[in-house]
């Protein structure tokens, strides 16, 4: 991570979409390594790395704090057909150390993909999906 430049801060939303804190990924190269966790007082509650410092098979695409996975999109409307991918904004499920992209589906029971960098999975609000859950 020393030789990782800061990228560009991505404001998390609570998932009431209230603006909650904001992630500032760590670069390398096309990779991401690492990222810092900054509350709205801009004070840093939290520094991690993805994976051991070499190991840059664990380390996330740089563009995974632009925009969902593409990879993850396309798994997702096999399922949901009418999913909104620009509709897509940084959330949290459960708790804040819990974050990734949430989409929601549009449908009446309130459901969302939630996309973290380990995969996706439809949640309905107040539980996680079935058997069905994916990622």
Request: net charge positive.
């Amino acid at each position: 991570m020393r030789k990782a430049r800061a990228g560009r801060p991505a404001l998390v939303f609570a998932p009431d979409r209230t603006p909650a804190f904001w992630i500032v990924p760590f670069h390398a190269g096309d990779r991401t390594c690492g990222f810092a966790l900054v509350e709205q007082s801009l004070k840093v509650s939290q520094v991690a790395t993805f994976g051991a410092t070499a190991d840059r098979k664990n380390w996330l695409p740089s563009e995974f704090f632009k925009h969902p996975p593409a990879v993850y999109i396309a798994e997702a409307r096999e399922q949901y057909p009418e999913l909104k991918a620009e509709k897509a904004y940084l959330s949290y499920w459960g708790s804040p150390s819990h974050w990734g992209w949430r989409i929601d589906t549009g449908q009446l029971d309130g459901l969302f993909i939630f996309m973290t960098p380990g995969g996706w999975t439809a949640i309905l609000p107040g539980k996680l999906s079935g058997p069905d859950r994916e990622g």
